[in-house]
C-alpha cells in the first residue's frame, strides 16, 4: 500500500512515501499531503494519508527540501519559497504515475504546509483542490511570538550568510525546549507534547531550523493573494481553540466566494496532528471535499 518515492525539485531529490489503494483500478484521484513545520513525512502526513487512501485515493507524502530524508543543505532551512515549489514538483511527479489521473490532483497541508498549499496554488492550476488543516503563516507566527528578537534574526541573516560563505556551518537554533515548566506558554507546550514525547517525537524530526530562514520567511506572505486561487475550491480546517484558527478565518475572508472554514469542536492547533476524534472529523469532511471537487 506504500512505495517509497524519489522526485526532484530544482535540482534536488525529495524523499516520499506514495499510498495506493488495494484492489481500485485507476486512473485514480490523488492527494498531495505535506507535513508541518520542522516535521517529517512519517508524523501528520502519514496519518491522514493512511485514512485518505482507504477512501480511494492516491495519496502522496514528502519531505521538504533540506528536511528530514531529502536532499539540501544547509539541513533545518526553511525556506518558504522552496517550500513552495516542492509542492508543485509533487504534483508533477504524480502526473508521470499510471496509477493517477492527472486532472483529479488535490493537495493539503498541515500546520505550515498548511499555508505553503494555498500559496504554491495560487498559480498552480493542477492543484485543483485546496485543503488546510490547522493552517499557519509561519513568519506571522513566529513574528508575533517575539517581534524585536524576530526583527534582529532578519537583521543578522546576511552576516550569517556571509559566514557561510567563508565556509562556516550554518547557525540553527531549537525552536522549541526539551521539556515545559509551569511557566512554558500552553500553546509552546502542546508542542512540546507532540515532538519532544513518544506521541509524535521522530528522528528525523530534530526541530532545528536554520537562523538565516528569516530572511527568507520574512518576504514571504502566505495569503496575501489567496483570492487567486477561485475559482478552484480551498478548504481551511481549524480548530475551535486553536492559537492559529485566525490565519483559516482570514484566508476565508479574504476568498471570493469559494473557501470554506471548518471548525473543530474543541480541537486546539496540535489536537489536529493526530488525535482521535478531532482527526477523524476532519479526514471525514476532507473526503468529502475531494469527492466533489476530484470527482
Not at 513545520?37 to 495519496?59: D, H, M
Not at 507566527?141 to 517581534?147: G, I, L, N, S
Request: charged share 25%.
Amino acid at each position: 500500500m506504500r512505495t517509497d518515492v524519489r522526485f526532484s525539485t530544482n535540482g534536488l531529490q525529495l524523499a516520499g512515501h506514495l499510498y495506493l489503494p488495494e484492489g481500485v483500478d485507476g486512473p485514480l484521484a490523488a492527494i498531495v499531503v505535506g507535513h508541518q513545520t520542522t516535521g517529517v513525512k512519517e508524523q501528520s502526513p502519514a496519518v491522514y494519508a493512511t485514512r485518505l487512501v482507504k477512501e480511494g485515493f492516491a495519496v502522496l507524502t514528502f519531505d521538504a527540501a533540506f528536511q528530514g530524508e531529502s536532499e539540501g543543505a544547509p539541513r533545518g532551512l526553511e525556506d518558504p519559497f522552496q517550500r513552495a515549489e516542492d509542492f508543485r514538483a509533487a504534483v508533477s511527479y504524480l502526473t508521470t504515475r499510471p496509477e493517477v489521473d492527472s486532472d483529479r490532483i488535490g493537495v493539503m497541508g498541515v500546520c505550515g504546509s498548511g499555508a505553503y498549499v494555498p500559496y504554491a496554488a495560487q498559480t498552480d492550476h493542477r492543484m485543483k483542490a485546496v485543503a488546510s488543516v490547522s493552517g499557519t503563516d509561519v513568519p506571522s507566527f513566529f513574528r508575533a511570538a517575539d517581534p524585536e528578537g524576530w526583527q534582529e534574526m532578519v537583521a543578522n541573516s546576511g552576516n550569517l550568510r556571509s559566514a557561510e560563505a567563508a565556509g562556516q556551518p550554518a547557525a540553527t537554533f531549537a525552536v522549541l525546549p526539551e521539556k515545559a515548566d509551569a511557566d512554558t506558554p500552553a500553546p509552546t507546550a502542546e508542542f512540546i507534547d507532540y515532538y519532544k514525547t513518544p506521541r509524535g517525537r521522530h528522528p528525523r524530526s530534530t526541530g532545528d531550523v536554520v537562523v538565516r530562514s528569516a530572511d527568507l520567511l520574512d518576504q514571504f506572505d502566505s495569503f496575501a493573494d489567496v483570492a487567486k486561487i477561485a475559482p478552484r475550491p480551498l478548504l481551511m480546517i481549524a480548530g475551535t481553540e486553536a492559537e492559529t484558527r485566525g490565519f483559516s478565518e482570514k484566508a476565508v475572508a479574504d476568498s471570493p466566494g469559494n473557501a470554506e472554514l471548518f471548525l473543530v469542536e474543541g480541537a486546539t492547533h496540535v489536537d489536529l496532528y493526530d488525535r482521535d476524534p478531532y482527526v477523524a472529523t476532519a479526514v471525514a469532511k476532507l473526503v468529502e471535499f475531494f469527492i466533489e471537487h476530484l470527482a
